[in-house]
């Protein structure tokens, strides 16, 4: 019988040696027999707690999203009553935060990315996370622009972030954070410009 408050504590470390595990071999490799090793634990313990290895895949995309959300709270919240600028550089500097841009991390997003175009529960997954970005930009761009406009701009710049994420992903280098938000924050100062000179 496991011990109490174990799962837990079990769960991140199977989620951990997800990410280990996908860093090291890719997803398709990385096998329950694998993460398991890595993790110390017996296969049966993964299937305990998550099923399978989607299930894994899952809960690992998860924690993924919650760090972050996290990390984008945490940027907005030290505004206090900040404009709708800092806010939206708080929510790109969010979006590189090393949580997103460290090597596992970065495997795993783009496994996750290739995974949900073919099974329905992941797909769900990256709609809420890309809807999230989205909704996210739209309400700091209305406070400054008019609807369509705030519209365009909020998807304009979740595209730029997620290429900037992808090209970065594959570059094969370290990530760049200070070249990505330089670019970023060069799209929002232009969008924004719009506003002013009317």
Request: proline share 2%; charged share 25%; aromatic share 4%.
């Given at each position: 019988m496991p011990k109490v408050g174990m799962q837990p504590?079990?769960?991140?470390?199977?989620?951990?040696a997800t990410l280990q595990a996908v860093d090291q071999v890719g997803m398709g490799d990385a096998s329950i027999a694998y993460i398991a090793r890595l993790a110390g634990v017996s296969n049966g313990i993964i299937s305990h707690y998550f099923q399978d290895k989607d299930g894994l895949l899952d809960a690992t995309m998860r924690h993924l999203m919650?760090?972050?959300?996290?990390?984008?709270?945490?940027?907005?919240?030290?505004?206090?009553e900040g404009s709708p600028r800092a806010h939206l550089r708080a929510i790109i500097d969010g979006n590189f935060d090393d949580s997103q841009v460290n090597g596992p991390a970065?495997?795993?997003w783009l496994a996750f990315w290739a995974?949900?175009?073919?099974?329905p529960a992941l797909?769900?997954?990256q709609r809420v996370n890309d809807h999230r970005l989205y909704s996210n930009l739209c309400c700091q761009f209305r406070r400054?622009?008019?609807?369509?406009?705030?519209r365009s701009a909020a998807r304009g710049l979740a595209?730029?972030?997620?290429g900037l994420w992808l090209r970065g992903a594959l570059s094969g280098d370290r990530f760049d954070i200070q070249q990505a938000?330089?670019?970023?924050?060069?799209?929002?100062?232009l969008q924004l410009e719009k506003d002013a000179s009317r």
């Open positions: 504590i079990r769960r991140s470390q199977l989620i951990a919650q760090a972050l959300s996290q990390a984008v709270r945490d940027r907005r919240a030290a505004l206090a970065m495997k795993t995974s949900s175009m073919h099974q797909r769900r997954l400054l622009l008019p609807v369509a406009e705030a595209a730029l972030i997620d938000l330089g670019i970023a924050y060069d799209y929002l100062d």
